[in-house]
């Protein structure tokens, strides 16, 4: 398990990851209006983060849907969309 302050720190350090992405992906549009900025980054987090929490798991359902904090059903749902099932 992570110490408190070892996890602040990597809470802090992924928001600034997603932060700095956002901040290079305004920059890049050059002016142009972004559209579904949202739902395009829970696609790019939420694969990449599937993936590696069930890894952890050892591809237990139950125990990742745990560290998730999310009900085993809801899991096996975004697991299927998002084709790692």
Sequence with gaps: MT???AAGSADAS???CVRDSLHSY????GGETPGAIYDMVVRLVE????EVVMQRAEYNQSRAA???GLNR???RKKLLEHQLL
Aim: glycine fraction near 0%; avoid cysteine; aromatic fraction near 10%.
């Design 3 to 5: 110490p408190p302050s």
């Design 66 to 68: 745990q560290w998730l």
């Design 14 to 16: 992924l928001e600034q």
């Design 73 to 75: 059903n809801t899991l």
């Design 26 to 29: 305004f920059q890049d549009l």
């Design 47 to 50: 694969r990449p983060m599937l």
